[in-house]
């Protein structure tokens, strides 16, 4: 009877799981066919454009079926393109129906490259002549630095603004490793590859310190200089204001340091945008959001229907990790470039990079199409948060590179990392055993530490891998081996700093990247943009999410932004990736 009650429960929990899943498709597909049945957005005149950066800023919004409507059911904001930004941002600036824009940047959720590109465009838009409202009840400083372009700044009420420095923090396993009894094997090359220290030391090495107050220090500096350019305020009497902790200060501290122009509340500044739209106060503003507006059509005077293109190819996320569906797939991205190296309407490329790097193997696979590529038409990387490792290594055999101050790169150097789990399982009472036909038969075993000639085997494998990896790069920047390996050694570079060592060739951004390749294929007035890789269609997307790794994007989900999902998805990197590594030292997290 036991049994069978528990048959019978097991039945029916099953059928309800059956049935919820079955739904939910069903509201995906209903929500498919609406979006793609959906009638073309107007635009009214006397419009403002809203931006709203609410949600995670991707370099490229994908049509997710799946994930957005997942994301709809938690009231999670569903990621925003960059490229939906910049574009909107461009139209509006020519757009005669859009008199201005309105900001809330509030929590913005990327990284300071990303900031940086769209505070970039916001001051072209302000060339225009047309104005810039910002407002929130909180900025964070990543919030508050691109609200500083605005020609208002306003925060409510017993608001807050955080204005503090940057710090960067980063956890260590190695005394958890310990007690649960597993030792991180180690092998690498470069004094400054610190990727491996979570797992072998309790805190930074001098290296590592060093080098992560250099790049800091040199973002933090940018970012006073830009403020200052906007509100003012010398860099001096930033800093002073920062170690005074603004977010604990009254409202009076916050006017009178210049870092706002007013405290308002929502009906305030709404009144406010009325009077700069000249719409009568009893009547509702006329307005578009960004994301509705990324799909409105404005001609561009300057272009065309032309049959050159320049193709811009996104490179987004860890090289070859964990998750097949998720990040760059080498052999996904390879097939990209070479595609746009055959068509011969495409007269150049730029490769756009925001990759902490990742499997030494992938990045030798792109590369070698990188490389292919521009020996045939002019090929730009235009790197965005992050081009290290194999972000770089991706990068070399460019033509040029363009950067921004911002931006992360280098970190030149290769690691593998492999756990020898044998002190936990005698803990936990598992025994091992095997039977082999030649010496490195079982290699590599986790169940038991090296040998002496397995450590010297896989350092020659670690030092080949670094050999290679310098040779591309003194190759692509037509230099030597030796003095790239006097800059490499796994040191991180702000995009600032590798100005001046021959990493980076220019600072800007994607547009100044896209201008760059229209002059080299010299057809500067006759080109247009295609992105690359092509999008699916909604239909196409939902059925790869639902044949792709659905529990790692529920779980994505449900802990985004949770510390301890990152730290869960740092130890499943090191149980699952590829042994040798060239990716950057740790997950980077500058607030």
Known sequence: MKKFLKYTLAVIVGSFVTIGILMLAFFIMIGIFAASSQKEISVKDNSVLVIKLDGPIVERKISDPISDAIAEILGE???????QILSSIKKAQRDDRIKGIYLESGTVLAGYATVEEIRNALLDFKNSGKFIISYAPVYTQKSYYLASVADKVYLSPGGMLEFKGISSHRTFFK?????????????????????????????????????????????????????????????????????????????????????????????????????????????????????????????????????????????EGVIDGTDSSEGIISEDLSRTIRQARRDTTIKAVVLRINSPGGSALGSEIIWREVKLTSETKPLIVSMSDLAASGG?????????????????TGSIGVFGLIPNVKGLFNKIGITTDRVKTNKYADLPSIDRPFTSDEKELLQAFVENSYNTFIDRCAEGRNTTKEKIDEIGQGRVWSGKDAIDINLVDLLGGLDDAIEIAAKNANITDDYRIVELPEELTPFEQFVKSMGGNVKTRIMSLFWKNNDYAKILQIINNVENNYPIQARIPYDISLN
């Not at 904001?77 to 490229?83: A, D, E």
């Not at 200089?225 to 604990?248: C, H, T, Y």
């Open 77 to 83: 904001p569903s990621p925003i393109g960059l490229n």
């Open 175 to 315: 005394n958890t490793l310990e007690k649960l009894g597993i030792e991180m094997q180690v092998f690498r090359h470069g004094e400054f590859k610190s990727a491996v220290e979570p797992y072998t030391r309790t805190d930074m090495s001098k290296p590592a310190r060093m080098q992560t107050l250099t790049y800091t220090l040199s973002i933090w500096n940018h970012l006073l200089s830009k403020i200052n350019d906007s509100r003012g305020l010398s860099a001096e009497k930033l800093n002073v204001i920062a170690d005074q902790v603004p977010m604990f200060k009254d409202e009076t501290f916050l006017m009178q340091t210049g870092l706002i122009d007013g405290l308002k509340y929502k009906d305030q500044v709404i009144n406010e945008l009325k009077d700069s739209t000249n719409t009568d106060y009893s009547k509702d503003i006329n307005s578009i959001e960004i994301k509705k507006y990324a799909d409105v059509y404005v001609p561009d005077d300057k272009k065309g229907i032309s049959k050159n293109k320049i193709a811009v190819i996104y490179a």
């Open 392 to 408: 770089y290594y991706i990068a070399c055999a460019a033509d040029t590179i363009v950067a921004h101050p911002n931006t992360l």
